[in-house]
Every structure is written in C-alpha cells, then in structure tokens.
C-alpha cells in the first residue's frame, strides 16, 4: 500500500472533489467507509446528497471555525491521505478500508485511538483499489494536531497493514536515495532531445569523478576538466574548499543563467564533507588490478563476518568500482557496465554510515587502475576474472541488503546484477575461446583433469564438469601441468575464494588459474624505473570554471 498526503484550505473543495461523480474519472460508487465517531452523515448514501454533503463539511470544520473566532486555526487546515493498494492485492471490504484508514490517522497523530480530542476525519472510497482520508487538524481542545512526519510513520503503518492482511509487501524507501528528476527537468530533456536530465548527467560525472580521484582537490580538477559540466568552488576565507556546486554546459534558466546542483542534491553521498571523508587516506596501490580482484573476492567474506559500518564501506567502494568500469572495459561492454553502476547507484548507499577505511585497499586500487595501463592478457582472461568477481561480490550485497531489509537496495542490487551478468557474459565468449584454442585438450586429457575436479571440489564437481565452459577449464590446468605445476595444488589453491555464488564456476576457475600461473607461463618483464603518478590532462574547449 502507498500513501500520498498532502494540506489544503478548503474543505468544502476536497469533500465536493471526493463524492463528485461527474467531473472525476473513476468515482463510480463514493462512500464513506469510516469517520471520527462512526456516525458522520454520508452524501453518498443520501438522497439530497447537496444538503448532506454540506452538513458533513460543517460537522468537519466545526472545531476549525471555533478556533478561528479565538484566532487560533491554521490556514491550511485540511489533510488529506489518499491510500492504494497493489495492482495485485485482493478488493478489500469497506470494513477492512475503515480499519486501514483507523490505524493511518491513530499513526500520524491525527486522531490517536481512544483520544476523545481527536482530530475529525472521514473515509471515502469511491474506488475497489484506494480510500481518501479527509480530515481537519483543529482537535477538539483547539489545538493544532501535531502530525510531524507523517508520511513517513503512514508508511510505517501501511507496511504493518501489508503484512496482518497478507497483501503485497511494497518497496519501501530510507530516504537515503537521490532525488529524483522533476516533471519539468525530464520535459525540459526530451525538448533538447537528451534521454537524461542535467541532474543525472551532473550526478554521473560526479560519482566517475570520485572514482577516479586520489583527493577531494582532484576531485574538483576533475569535474573542471569534465566536457560540458560547469563548477563554482566556495572557499572559506582560510583557502579551505566549503562545498561545491555544479551545472550543464546550456542548461540555463529562463534569465539565460546557469542552473546549479549542490553536490547534496544531486546525491546524498555527494555532499562536499562525505566526498572529502571518502577520500582521506586514499593511497594507490602497486599492482593495482591484482590488488582490486583480491580486495573484491575479499567482499563477500566481509559482508558476511565484519561490522554493518564496515560491510556499508565495501558497497560503497564496489559502488565506485563500477562506476570506474566503463572507462577501464572495451566498447563491446561499456553500455552494460554504465548501467549497472547507474542501477548500482541506489544500492551503494543506506541508513548506515560506512567507516570508509575498511574499504581503502579496494578504493586505492581502482585509482591506480584509471592511471595505470592493465597488465599484459591477450586471451582477456584478466578482465573475465574482474568481471565474474564483481559478480560474486554483488551477489553478497543483494544478501547483505536483503538480511538488513533494505528494500531498495535490493531491488538496485538485482537490477545491477542483470546488466552485470550480460557484460561478464560478453567478455567471457572471447576468453573462453582463446583459451582453448592455445591448449586444446583430448577426451583421455579431459578425463585426467575430471578426477582432479571430483577430488578437489567434490561438492561442486558435477555443476563443474556438466558445464560448457568444462572444456576451458581442463585446458587451463592442461597449461599449468605443462608449465611444471601440480593441476591438484594449483586447483586446490584458487579453491580457497569464494565460489559458491558463482553461476560458471568452470569459468571462474580457469580465469584465476590463468591469473595465479601467468607468471610461471611468461617471462617476467624488466623492472621500469618509477614513474610519477600524471594528473588529470585538460581536454580540448574544456568548460568554464566559476571560483
């Protein structure tokens, strides 16, 4: 069920709206369900239904008039709660409406069950699938009702109505998410012919920006140097950096100014202090895909084992993760990977604050990647094993989110996975085929490798050896056999991470033995002299920046 709330000044305009017939589509039956005392006259049910429904507004409004001869009624008196259930509920009974619409306005504090000063109110159906809940905010002692927060303890309610009726639990929000774009922000993209507003836009280049940057002042440099997106810094009179707005390049109001977005209201976590708190203590690390693939496959276990504070600090840096993807992935799975960060977006934040130096390892990594060219893997193995293990470690955030019942996250988090699994899928049909083309194995060789499985992983040999990617992973050990390692401890050794969410662990397997013996089946290249970490290079007609 979902409530939507909101004041009036008129009460008269509300109940003529509720029981008109004529004008409103869809209010084929109104009548009221439930009232204050049980006992409220009914213009649905009337004959004279002008008259009655005139009767019924002074009855409403009689406390707010006798407050208003003492000068004490609030100008926007009115309340209204309109309440709807699921497309896939059951029709609910009028009786079982008026206990929904009971225990709304005992939650907000409209009228508190068995307060004889409660506020007067009425419920009307006019519909199978919803009431309205109107009523007055003048108690019968002449004060003004006190319902602060009252979509959010409505909602309360509504979800504990779900559950005592067995209807549809909806999703529910923590208030943690991003606002949304306005109607007027999508009308004024579509005009323009963009499929996202400038809100989103900003928000994208934000959070990439924070992927990227090893601190809060390169963060700013680069959203400087992010084509089309405009920055305005505002400094304290020391010099120190007090928040950040930004805008899009001909976005502008109607006096041909710039439209700006605090970082705050483009995203919660990306309000100046929360950026400047994740960036502290950033370092970038030296074998930087190895060490973000480890800090990956090290995720699930700490979801499952560490504290909330810090499991909220590993999605957060798997948040920036992805976000980071598309500018490290080739074209064929850029588009995927852009919309798993957008959907992951969503499930990266909660209600719980996140220690973000449990996560500095990972986070430092994905830095140093941006700057650092991959290591050499003409087969494409190494990206496969990132893929497929930002899998696994997505699979242990739905887990997480769902255990905690974050209800949002979750949903985000299985959208992220879909685009994830396409993009992991992509990158697998070139690794898979370039491995078995380097080491093609016989029936005899395959059998061999089988008994190693069976041996090794006996509880997840028959998945393994049924799979069609059976063939990649036998030649893999073939390789590492022929390189002089034991297939039974080479096995045995990538084993030991995390495989039981895996959907290929034939595959996954194979892209960690390629990884673990790569040094063993190349030569190792001469060490290069250090080079210094390069900043962020302009581009070309960058924008303006305002200071």
């Known amino acids: 069920m979902i409530a939507k709330i909101s004041s009036g000044k008129s009460t008269a305009g509300l109940i003529r709206y509720l029981f008109d017939t004529k004008a409103a589509k869809g209010h084929t039956d109104p009548h009221l369900v439930g009232s204050w005392d049980g006992f409220a006259p009914d213009p649905g049910r009337a004959e004279d239904s002008d008259a009655v429904r005139k009767l019924l507004v002074a009855d409403l409004d009689l406390h707010v008039k006798q407050a208003g001869r003492l000068g004490r009624a609030p100008e926007k008196h009115v309340w209204h709660c309109s309440v709807r259930a699921a497309e896939s509920d059951r029709i609910l009974t009028d009786e079982q409406w008026a206990d929904v619409a009971r225990r709304v306005v005992h939650a907000t504090g409209i009228a508190p069950e068995g307060d004889p000063d409660g506020c007067r109110w009425v419920a009307v159906r006019h519909a199978p699938d919803h009431i309205h809940?109107?009523?007055?905010?003048?108690?019968?002692?002449?004060?003004?009702?006190?319902?602060?927060?009252?979509?959010?303890?409505?909602?309360?309610?509504?979800?504990?109505?779900?559950?005592?009726?067995?209807?549809?639990?909806?999703?529910?929000?923590?208030?943690?998410?991003?606002?949304?774009?306005?109607?007027?922000?999508?009308?004024?993209?579509?005009?323009?012919?963009?499929?996202?507003?400038?809100?989103?836009?900003?928000?994208?280049?934000?959070?990439?920006?924070?992927?990227?940057?090893?601190?809060?002042?390169?963060?700013?440099?680069?959203?400087?140097?992010?084509?089309?997106?405009?920055?305005?810094?505002?400094?304290?009179?020391?010099?120190?950096?007090?928040?950040?707005?930004?805008?899009?390049?001909?976005?502008?109001?109607?006096?041909?100014?710039?439209?700006?977005?605090?970082?705050?209201?483009?995203?919660?976590?990306?309000?100046?202090?929360?950026?400047?708190?994740?960036?502290?203590?950033?370092?970038?690390?030296?074998?930087?895909?190895?060490?973000?693939?480890?800090?990956?496959?090290?995720?699930?276990?700490?979801?499952?084992?560490?504290?909330?504070?810090?499991?909220?600090?590993?999605?957060?840096?798997?948040?920036?993760?992805?976000?980071?993807?598309?500018?490290?992935?080739?074209?064929?799975?850029?588009?995927?990977?852009?919309?798993?960060?957008?959907?992951?977006?969503?499930?990266?934040?909660?209600?719980?604050?996140?220690?973000?130096?449990?996560?500095?390892?990972?986070?430092?990594?994905?830095?140093?990647?941006?700057?650092?060219?991959?290591?050499?893997?003409?087969?494409?193995?190494?990206?496969?094993?990132?893929?497929?293990?930002?899998?696994?470690?997505?699979?242990?955030?739905?887990?997480?989110?769902?255990?905690?019942?974050?209800?949002?996250?979750?949903?985000?988090?299985?959208?992220?996975?879909?685009?994830?699994?396409?993009?992991?899928d992509q990158a697998a049909v070139t690794a898979l085929a370039t491995v078995k083309q380097v080491q093609p194995t016989s029936p005899a060789v395959r059998l061999r490798y089988e008994r190693v499985v069976r041996m090794v992983l006996p509880e997840h040999a028959d998945t393994i050896l049924n799979a069609a990617d059976w063939d990649a992973l036998a030649a893999t050990l073939a390789r590492a056999d022929t390189n002089g390692l034991d297939p039974v401890e080479v096995l045995r050794a990538v084993a030991q991470r995390p495989l039981d969410d895996a959907r290929y662990p034939a595959r996954l397997l194979a892209w960690r033995i390629q990884q673990t013996t790569h040094t063993a089946q190349t030569p190792r290249p001469a060490p290069l002299a250090p080079q210094p970490t390069p900043g962020p290079t302009p581009q070309p007609g960058g924008p303006r920046t305002r200071h």
């Open 133 to 424: 809940i109107a009523a007055t905010t003048v108690r019968a002692d002449l004060r003004t009702a006190r319902h602060w927060n009252d979509y959010l303890t409505a909602d309360r309610e509504l979800a504990a109505v779900e559950k005592d009726h067995g209807l549809q639990q909806v999703v529910r929000g923590d208030r943690t998410a991003a606002k949304r774009p306005t109607r007027a922000e999508q009308e004024k993209a579509k005009r323009a012919g963009s499929k996202t507003t400038a809100r989103e836009r900003l928000r994208a280049a934000a959070r990439t920006a924070v992927a990227a940057a090893a601190s809060a002042e390169e963060f700013l440099v680069l959203l400087e140097h992010t084509e089309g997106v405009l920055v305005d810094v505002n400094r304290f009179p020391s010099g120190d950096v007090r928040g950040y707005t930004l805008a899009l390049e001909g976005d502008t109001n109607s006096g041909a100014e710039p439209i700006w977005y605090s970082g705050s209201k483009l995203a919660p976590d990306l309000s100046w202090p929360r950026i400047s708190e994740r960036l502290t203590g950033t370092t970038a690390t030296a074998r930087p895909w190895q060490d973000a693939i480890t800090a990956i496959e090290d995720i699930p276990r700490a979801l499952a084992h560490d504290g909330a504070s810090a499991a909220q600090a590993h999605i957060t840096a798997l948040g920036e993760t992805l976000d980071a993807l598309p500018l490290l992935a080739p074209a064929p799975y850029r588009e995927e990977l852009r919309r798993a960060a957008a959907a992951f977006e969503r499930a990266s934040r909660s209600r719980i604050h996140a220690e973000n130096h449990h996560a500095a390892r990972l986070r430092g990594a994905v830095r140093a990647m941006l700057r650092t060219p991959p290591p050499n893997s003409p087969d494409g193995t190494l990206l496969a094993l990132l893929l497929d293990t930002i899998v696994l470690a997505t699979a242990a955030t739905l887990r997480w989110h769902d255990l905690h019942h974050h209800d949002q996250q979750v949903t985000a988090t299985r959208d992220a996975l879909t685009h994830l699994h396409v993009a992991a």
